[in-house]
């Protein structure tokens, strides 16, 4: 018969302490050298961010309870803010402006569609 044993899973090893949290999608710019030098790995966080931030500008303004303002507050800020942080610490200012104004320009072309 089968067993546990027989079939072993492999092994993952992440570069990034929030790429199992964050999912597949974020976790190819962690798989090579320094992770900072990618412009992949600047997007997500960044879209992550802005849509937290939307979220609970929605709701202040309005005064009242918007669909994802739980999930915003309690996982997309501390997971981008983590993010962010881990992968910031390898480059510049110009991934962050480039992933920041990508993640605003993609949040207003979604809200106009």
Known sequence: MFSAAATPLPSLRFS????????ASTCWPFTRRSY??????WLPPYVLIV?????LVTSARLRKYN???ITSVLLF???SVATIWTIGRTAGLLPHLIGAA???LLHLAISWW
Request: aromatic residues 0%.
């Open 67 to 69: 669909p994802g303002l």
């Open 102 to 104: 990508l993640a605003i």
């Open 16 to 23: 990034s302490p929030t790429c199992p949290l964050s999912g």
């Open 36 to 41: 900072g030098d990618r412009l992949g790995a």
């Open 77 to 79: 800020l501390p997971l």
């Open 51 to 55: 849509n937290a931030l939307a979220h």
